[in-house]
């Protein structure tokens, strides 16, 4: 006796290839993507504090201090981030995009530094009030 196999004979579905989960996708405008910051050196006298007013004369910069560490805030966005497509080299982010991870994630919060200076007036007015 002879059985008979049954064989499938639908055409199987071709996978399209996908770009990697990206958690980030539904973080638009990604904060962490739109400025940069570089720490610098703990004002110690007059002059440290006139070349920060120096930095904050500039367009798009800000100075903050947190945890007793300072740092100038350059408010540029990344030229490889798109709202509509998130990041476009996300599979190969350099490290310090790969080490920022959901707990360090500004989205969700407001920036809660423990000094912020957004423009030049502000640490004019700081200094005014607080003598060095």
Not at 5 to 14: D, P
Not at 28 to 42: G, H, L, N, Q, T
Not at 82 to 102: E, F, N, Q, S
Request: overall charge positive; some cysteine.
């Amino acid at each position: 006796m002879r059985k008979k196999i049954a064989y499938n004979r639908k055409k199987k579905l071709e996978k399209k290839p996908t770009r990697p989960k990206n958690r980030c996708d539904d973080c638009i405008p990604a904060k962490c993507c739109m400025y940069f910051s570089v720490e610098i050196d703990e004002p110690e006298n007059r002059k440290d504090w006139d070349d920060m007013l120096w930095i904050l004369a500039h367009r798009d910069v800000q100075i903050y201090m947190n945890d007793d560490r300072w740092y100038v805030l350059v408010m540029n966005e990344c030229r490889f981030y798109t709202p509509d497509r998130g990041c476009l080299i996300y599979p190969k982010r350099p490290l310090i995009c790969r080490a920022h991870t959901w707990k360090d994630c500004e989205f969700k919060d407001d920036y809660n530094f423990d000094l912020h200076f957004h423009n030049y007036e502000e640490l004019e007015r700081y200094l005014r009030n607080n003598p060095q």
